[in-house]
């Protein structure tokens, strides 16, 4: 789908064209034209190309999906790969938009296989930019790139609660009876790691359009890029932040499993002291039964009077004997 959005220079709203005379628009040379085109065919794509002239080397990138964040410095043109974000709440992870962005004199070229909200919402704000800064093609850049970064914090936000809950998750469980706490764990801190490698490298593209060395970008408008970097410099600060934090916890469910591990063993050791103490006083009193019950004629307990008593008590005082050394030993 093509959407073809015109700014004349009379009136600074964005106002959808029919892609048609798109080109025509750009010779005339008085307006800013944004053309945003998802999920587009190899033929749209191949059209587009002809029409505005893009690079070869930009053309293999936008047909190549999760290509590195980057500004590429052609001729007449400029070609950027950015990132939109965001948090999905039935999987609790981050879904990730890649955008590829074609900058001429007064064009702008939007590209993204997957539908991006913020798109609608950069005609707002480049109304309410253009009355502030400048009207120029790096003005509606700003407003878009600015768009996409201010929607990273409600992310970072809900990872941060997230984190939050995983947290309290392990101080009450204590480390035990919760068997997807870790799994947990590693899918978020993997979540982060990915989108780390797709923000961080932005910081070096809006550095680039910060610098103000570029025809597009103007003394006023620099400014504001300037700005932009700052938040894109915030946002990846924010993600070792979590990544810190995370660790932490993940550190907390290994101890608490830990304790509960030792715990468990300390009474296992208990359990097995204990039953290794009745078994010797057991196996003693069953030793001296044995020995007056094998019955030989020339043992002369057996023909005593007391003999039977005797070796009841004899029983009696083994088995106290050895309780009160197992007790002593604090083995029951």
């Given at each position: 789908?093509?959407?073809?959005?015109?700014?004349?220079?009379?009136?600074?709203?964005?106002?959808?064209?029919?892609?048609?005379?798109?080109?025509?628009?750009?010779?005339?040379?008085?307006?800013?034209?944004?053309?945003?085109?998802?999920a587009?065919?190899?033929?749209?794509?191949?059209r587009?190309?002809?029409?505005?002239?893009?690079?070869?080397?930009?053309v293999?990138?936008?047909?190549?999906?999760?290509?590195?964040?980057?500004?590429?410095?052609?001729?007449?043109?400029?070609?950027?790969?950015f990132y939109?974000?965001?948090?999905?709440?039935?999987?609790?992870?981050?879904?990730?938009?890649?955008?590829a962005?074609?900058?001429g004199?007064?064009?702008?070229?939007?590209?993204?296989?997957?539908?991006?909200?913020?798109?609608?919402?950069?005609?707002?704000?480049?109304?309410?930019?253009?009355?502030?800064?400048?009207?120029?093609?790096?003005?509606?850049?700003?407003?878009?790139?600015?768009t996409?970064?201010?929607?990273?914090?409600?992310?970072?936000?809900?990872?941060?609660?997230?984190?939050?809950?995983?947290?309290?998750?392990v101080?009450?469980?204590?480390?035990?009876?919760?068997?997807?706490?870790?799994?947990?764990?590693?899918?978020?801190?993997?979540?982060?790691?990915?989108?780390?490698?797709?923000?961080?490298?932005?910081?070096?593209?809006v550095?680039?359009?910060?610098?103000?060395?570029?025809?597009?970008?103007?003394?006023?408008?620099g400014?504001?890029?300037?700005?932009?970097?700052?938040?894109?410099?915030?946002?990846?600060?924010?993600?070792?932040?979590?990544?810190?934090?995370?660790?932490?916890?993940?550190?907390?469910?290994l101890?608490?499993?830990?304790?509960?591990?030792?715990?468990?063993a300390?009474?296992l050791?208990?359990?097995?002291?204990?039953?290794?103490?009745?078994?010797?006083?057991?196996?003693?009193v069953?030793?001296?039964?044995g020995?007056?019950?094998?019955?030989?004629?020339?043992?002369?307990?057996?023909?005593w009077?007391?003999?039977?008593?005797?070796?009841?008590?004899?029983?009696?005082?083994?088995?106290?004997?050895?309780?009160?050394?197992?007790?002593?030993?604090?083995?029951?």
């Amino acid at each position: 789908m093509i959407r073809t959005m015109i700014c004349n220079s009379g009136h600074p709203l964005l106002c959808e064209h029919p892609h048609e005379g798109a080109k025509a628009t750009i010779v005339e040379g008085d307006e800013i034209i944004w053309i945003d085109v998802e999920a587009p065919s190899v033929e749209e794509i191949c059209r587009l190309a002809e029409e505005f002239a893009i690079h070869p080397l930009a053309v293999e990138d936008i047909t190549t999906a999760h290509q590195r964040p980057k500004i590429d410095i052609y001729d007449d043109s400029y070609f950027l790969v950015f990132y939109d974000v965001d948090y999905v709440e039935e999987s609790n992870l981050v879904d990730e938009h890649e955008l590829a962005i074609v900058v001429g004199k007064n064009y702008l070229l939007t590209i993204h296989h997957e539908p991006i909200e913020e798109i609608t919402e950069v005609a707002a704000r480049f109304r309410r930019n253009a009355k502030e800064i400048e009207r120029g093609i790096g003005v509606l850049l700003y407003s878009l790139l600015d768009t996409i970064v201010d929607h990273y914090f409600p992310v970072l936000d809900r990872i941060g609660e997230r984190i939050e809950e995983l947290e309290e998750r392990v101080i009450e469980q204590g480390g035990t009876g919760d068997t997807g706490g870790m799994g947990d764990i590693f899918s978020l801190k993997r979540e982060l790691i990915h989108l780390r490698r797709q923000i961080a490298p932005q910081r070096d593209a809006v550095a680039v359009l910060a610098r103000r060395e570029l025809p597009i970008v103007g003394e006023a408008t620099g400014i504001y890029f300037q700005d932009l970097y700052e938040h894109v410099l915030r946002v990846t600060d924010a993600i070792d932040v979590y990544r810190d934090l995370l660790s932490g916890v993940f550190d907390a469910y290994l101890s608490m499993n830990s304790n509960s591990l030792a715990t468990a063993a300390n009474n296992l050791n208990g359990v097995m002291k204990r039953l290794t103490s009745y078994s010797i006083i057991l196996m003693s009193v069953t030793l001296v039964a044995g020995i007056y019950g094998m019955n030989f004629e020339n043992m002369p307990e057996l023909g005593w009077r007391f003999g039977y008593p005797f070796s009841l008590g004899l029983m009696i005082v083994v088995a106290a004997s050895l309780a009160l050394i197992f007790k002593r030993q604090k083995w029951f």
